[in-house]
């Protein structure tokens, strides 16, 4: 799993892959750090490139924590 921070005080909207249909893709929105929700734990399998983007713009930052 992996776990995405949202490090500004604005919601981050994420573009990742849908549970229902493994071609399609969803938006996630994370909250700001305000609102204390600004944690979301996503699966290896429905990360996207557009996860990598917004960690390297500096809006999110990604933990990577093994499943057992």
Not at 7 to 16: A, D, G, S
Not at 34 to 55: C, F, P, Q, S
């Amino acid at each position: 799993m992996i776990e995405i921070t949202n490090k500004q005080r604005f919601p981050v909207q994420l573009v990742i892959r849908s549970r229902k249909a493994p071609k399609s893709f969803t938006t996630l929105n994370i909250p700001g750090v305000g609102k204390k929700k600004n944690v979301y734990y996503l699966e290896d399998e429905r990360t996207t490139e557009y996860v990598d983007r917004a960690e390297q713009m500096g809006l999110i930052s990604t933990r990577h924590i093994p499943t057992k």
